[in-house]
């Protein structure tokens, strides 16, 4: 797919909201999920995929007791409390020793879309994003976090990706209708969410998972965020780069 429009056809873009693990950062979330599972079934049943299916934009809670389910472990959703503390306890320590680096093509695409004056929010189901984009500096001696002008990561909502409300949370916090709102996302959960807040969406494929972005429905899928023509954005055209 080279050029897609918006969900309800070409529209003027003015605000972008960013997932954080695995579009902005290179996180250790999946690793921490993982390692804290030893104990409750075998680790190795933990891939990627499922990581990706399962637990991915998902609160902490909901990504546990999924997860437990899943693996068909006894009493899940008792145990899943548990569960998500020990996962939060490893991941804690990993962020404290700076285990996680930035993507490079997503460092560019904020800073690019910063540059052209769009407002900028995170939004993601983690409470540790502000706590790693911190301690990412850009090449001008700027944190990451700073470029952003919202950060709704970690807020409570009703329900999780893919309901909209933690997107629709973004737009009102940046003081910008949905519809001119881009999400960049690289979980199907969280393009479903988008299309469901009537936002244009990103898909961002860095497992292999392109497929399943575009069953998503993302407006552009692409397996590098250099490749987004990010000029044409503001007119609401996301496409790749000419």
């Known amino acids: 797919m080279s050029e897609q429009t918006g969900p309800t056809g070409r529209r003027r873009l ?3 909201i960013f997932d954080v693990d695995g579009v902005l950062v290179a996180s250790p979330h999946e690793r921490a999920w993982r390692e804290a599972l030893a104990g409750y079934a075998d680790p190795a049943r933990f891939t990627t995929e499922f990581y990706q299916a399962n637990v991915a934009g998902k609160p902490r809670q909901d990504g546990a007791r999924s997860t437990l389910e899943r693996l068909g472990v006894p009493q899940a959703a008792a145990r899943a409390p548990e569960y998500a503390a020990e996962k939060q306890a490893l991941i804690d320590r990993l ?5 996680f680096e930035a993507f490079p093509d997503a ?3 904020a800073v690019a879309l910063d540059a ?23 090449p001008d001696g700027r944190t990451l976090l700073s470029i952003f002008d919202a950060d709704l990561s970690g807020r409570d909502v009703p329900r999780g990706k893919p309901d ?3 997107f629709l949370l973004a737009a ?8 001119e709102c881009l999400v960049v996302e690289d979980a199907p959960a969280g393009v479903r969410a988008a ?11 860095r497992l292999g998972d392109e497929a399943l972005l575009h069953a998503a429905q993302a ?12 000029a044409a954005i503001a007119d609401g055209l996301l496409r790749i780069r000419p």
């Open 14 to 16: 003015r605000a972008a």
């Open 95 to 99: 962020i404290d020793e700076g285990s």
């Open 107 to 109: 460092e560019r695409l």
């Open 116 to 138: 052209a004056g769009f407002k900028l929010a995170l939004a993601s189901s983690s409470k540790n994003a502000a706590a790693m984009l911190r301690r990412l500096t850009l």
């Open 164 to 166: 909209p409300a933690i």
């Open 172 to 179: 009102e916090a940046l003081d910008t209708p949905p519809a």
């Open 195 to 205: 299309r469901a807040g009537g936002m244009a969406s990103l898909g961002i494929a």
């Open 219 to 230: 407006d552009l899928v692409v397996t590098s965020l250099d490749q987004v023509d990010t």
